[in-house]
C-alpha cells in the first residue's frame, strides 16, 4: 500500500517551521564565527524579473517545479494524491495530471526525456521513513512507483535531480549545510524498493542573502533542484540563493563536484521551487503562499557558456565541497557543538544562581 502521512503534510510543515525557528538562534551564534565576507555572487546572472503570479487555489504550497517551453509544471508539497498542474505562460492553471497514489511528502518534480513527470515523494522532517518513493506520471496516464532506501538512515530530502540518461540523484536537506547525494543501485522499476548509494558529500556555508522562514539557517538548506532540458546545466536551491553546475554526460556527481555560479534569490516566504527556463539557462524560481511570484533570473546577455568541469571519483568518500568559501561542514560541526556546549554550560550556571 501507498505510504500515507499519519497525521497530514500540514503538521509536519508546522513543526518544520517551529524547528526552523529554534535553529535561527543558535546559527546566528554560529554565524559569528564563521567568516565575515560571503563568497560572492557570480555576476554572470542578471536583475531578477517577474515572470507571473500564480492565484490558483489549488497551488497554496508549490514545492517543485518544470519548464516546459512557455508553459510550467508545478507540485504541492502535500496533498491526498500525486497531482502535477500545467501552468500556461501567465501561470494560469489548464491540465492537471493526477496518479492513485497517496504520497507522504513530495518535494520536487521532475520531467523525464520519455515525458514522464517525476514526484520526489522525499519529505522527512522527522527522519523516521523506512523508505522514500519516486512516482511517475506516464503520458499515456498510467502510474509507476518505486521505493527507495538510504544506506545510513533516514535523512529530510527536498531536492530531485533527474540525469538525462534518466538516472535520479536525491539531495538532502541539513541543517548545518553538509548534504549528500544519493542515487539509486538499479534502474527505477515499478512495484519495488530499491536501496540507494551516496555518491557525494557538499558543504553549503553561510551567504549573507536574506529571505525565508528560518533565519540564517535558509541559507544552508538545499530546499529543491532542476537539470536543464538540455542536459547542460544543473541547478540546487536553498531558501535564499540558487547554484549551477555546468553538467556533462549525465555526470551529476562530477558536475557538483565543481565549483558553481552562486545567485542570490530574491527575498520570498518559503521558496522551495527552482527550474530552468525555456531556454535552458535562465531561472525559473518560486515560493510556496498565495500569490506565488514566479520569478525569472535571466542569465546576463554577454556571459559566455560555462566550461564543464572534470568528474570527481563516484563514491562515498568524496570530499564535501565548501561552497561558500569559508568553514567545511566537519569544521561547521565541531563549532555548532562547542557552541551548543557553551550554551549549556552558560544555562546551567544561571540555574545555578537561580537556585
Same mark, same amino acid.
Given at each position: 500500500?501507498? !505510504?500515507?502521512?499519519?497525521?497530514?503534510?500540514?503538521? *509536519?510543515?508546522?513543526?518544520?517551521?517551529?524547528?526552523?525557528?529554534?535553529?535561527?538562534?543558535?546559527?546566528?551564534?554560529?554565524?559569528?564565527?564563521?567568516?565575515?565576507?560571503?563568497?560572492?555572487?557570480?555576476?554572470?546572472?542578471?536583475?531578477?524579473?517577474?515572470?507571473?503570479?500564480?492565484?490558483? /487555489?489549488?497551488?497554496? !504550497?508549490?514545492?517543485?517545479?518544470?519548464?516546459?517551453?512557455?508553459?510550467?509544471?508545478?507540485?504541492?508539497?502535500?496533498?491526498?494524491?500525486? /497531482?502535477?498542474?500545467?501552468?500556461?505562460?501567465?501561470?494560469? $492553471?489548464g491540465e492537471v495530471r493526477t496518479a492513485a497514489?497517496?504520497?507522504?511528502?513530495? !518535494?520536487?518534480?521532475?520531467?523525464?526525456?520519455?515525458?514522464? $513527470?517525476?514526484?520526489?515523494?522525499?519529505?522527512?522532517?522527522?527522519?523516521?521513513?523506512?523508505?522514500?518513493?519516486?512516482?511517475? +506520471?506516464?503520458?499515456?496516464?498510467?502510474?509507476?512507483?518505486?521505493?527507495?532506501?538510504?544506506?545510513?538512515?533516514?535523512?529530510?530530502?527536498?531536492?530531485?535531480?533527474? *540525469?538525462?540518461?534518466?538516472?535520479?540523484?536525491? $539531495?538532502?536537506? /541539513?541543517?548545518?549545510?553538509?548534504?549528500? $547525494?544519493?542515487?539509486?543501485?538499479?534502474?527505477?522499476?515499478?512495484?519495488?524498493?530499491?536501496?540507494?548509494?551516496?555518491?557525494?558529500?557538499? @558543504?553549503?556555508?553561510?551567504?549573507?542573502?536574506?529571505?525565508?522562514?528560518?533565519?540564517?539557517? @535558509?541559507?544552508?538548506?538545499? %530546499?529543491?533542484?532542476?537539470?536543464? *532540458?538540455?542536459?547542460?546545466?544543473?541547478?540546487?536551491?536553498?531558501? %535564499?540563493?540558487?547554484?549551477?553546475?555546468?553538467?556533462?554526460?549525465?555526470?551529476?556527481?562530477?558536475?557538483?563536484?565543481?565549483?558553481?555560479?552562486?545567485?542570490?534569490?530574491?527575498?520570498?516566504?518559503?521558496? !522551495?521551487?527552482?527550474?530552468?527556463?525555456?531556454?535552458?539557462?535562465?531561472?525559473?524560481?518560486?515560493?510556496?503562499?498565495?500569490?506565488?511570484?514566479? %520569478?525569472?533570473?535571466?542569465?546576463?546577455?554577454?556571459?559566455?557558456?560555462?566550461?564543464?568541469?572534470?568528474?570527481?571519483?563516484?563514491? *562515498?568518500?568524496?570530499?564535501?565541497?565548501?561552497?561558500?568559501?569559508?568553514?567545511?561542514?566537519?569544521?561547521?560541526?565541531?563549532?555548532?557543538?562547542?557552541?551548543? %556546549? +557553551?550554551?549549556?554550560?552558560?544555562?546551567?550556571?544561571?540555574?545555578?544562581?537561580?537556585?
Open positions: 500500500m501507498p !505510504e500515507r502521512a499519519d497525521s497530514r503534510v500540514d503538521r *509536519a510543515r508546522r513543526r518544520t517551521r517551529v524547528a526552523g525557528a529554534a535553529l535561527s538562534a543558535p546559527l546566528g551564534a554560529l554565524a559569528v564565527l564563521l567568516p565575515a565576507t560571503p563568497a560572492a555572487a557570480d555576476d554572470t546572472y542578471g536583475a531578477p524579473t517577474t515572470r507571473c503570479e500564480i492565484t490558483d /487555489e489549488r497551488l497554496p !504550497e508549490i514545492s517543485g517545479l518544470v519548464g516546459v517551453g512557455n508553459a510550467m509544471l508545478a507540485m504541492n508539497d502535500g496533498g491526498d494524491q500525486a /497531482e502535477v498542474y500545467v501552468l500556461d505562460g501567465a501561470c494560469a $492553471v497514489v497517496d504520497p507522504y511528502d513530495p !518535494e520536487d518534480l521532475a520531467l523525464g526525456a520519455d515525458g514522464t $513527470v517525476w514526484l520526489a515523494d522525499i519529505g522527512d522532517n522527522d527522519q523516521q521513513r523506512e523508505t522514500v518513493a519516486l512516482i511517475g +506520471l506516464r503520458p499515456d496516464g498510467s502510474s509507476t512507483l518505486t521505493r527507495l532506501t538510504y544506506p545510513d538512515g533516514p535523512h529530510d530530502a527536498e531536492a530531485l535531480l533527474l *540525469a538525462p540518461d534518466g538516472t535520479p540523484y536525491l $539531495v538532502t536537506k /541539513e541543517v548545518l549545510g553538509a548534504s549528500s $547525494v544519493y542515487r539509486p543501485a538499479e534502474p527505477l522499476a515499478d512495484g519495488v524498493t530499491l536501496p540507494m548509494t551516496r555518491v557525494l558529500g557538499m @558543504g553549503f556555508t553561510l551567504t549573507g542573502t536574506p529571505g525565508g522562514p528560518v533565519g540564517r539557517a @535558509g541559507q544552508l538548506l538545499v %530546499t529543491g533542484g532542476a537539470v536543464s *532540458a538540455d542536459g547542460q546545466r544543473i541547478a540546487l536551491r536553498t531558501y %535564499t540563493d540558487a547554484y549551477v553546475w555546468p553538467l556533462a554526460d549525465s555526470d551529476v556527481a562530477g558536475a557538483l563536484s565543481g565549483p558553481p555560479v552562486r545567485v542570490a534569490l530574491p527575498d520570498s516566504p518559503q521558496g !522551495e521551487a527552482i527550474a530552468f527556463a525555456g531556454n535552458d539557462r535562465d531561472l525559473l524560481v518560486t515560493s510556496e503562499d498565495l500569490p506565488a511570484v514566479v %520569478t525569472l533570473v535571466p542569465v546576463a546577455a554577454a556571459a559566455a557558456p560555462a566550461p564543464a568541469t572534470d568528474a570527481a571519483p563516484d563514491d *562515498a568518500a568524496a570530499a564535501p565541497l565548501d561552497l561558500g568559501g569559508g568553514v567545511s561542514p566537519v569544521t561547521a560541526g565541531l563549532i555548532a557543538a562547542a557552541v551548543a %556546549t +557553551l550554551l549549556v554550560w552558560i544555562g546551567g550556571r544561571l540555574r545555578r544562581r537561580q537556585g
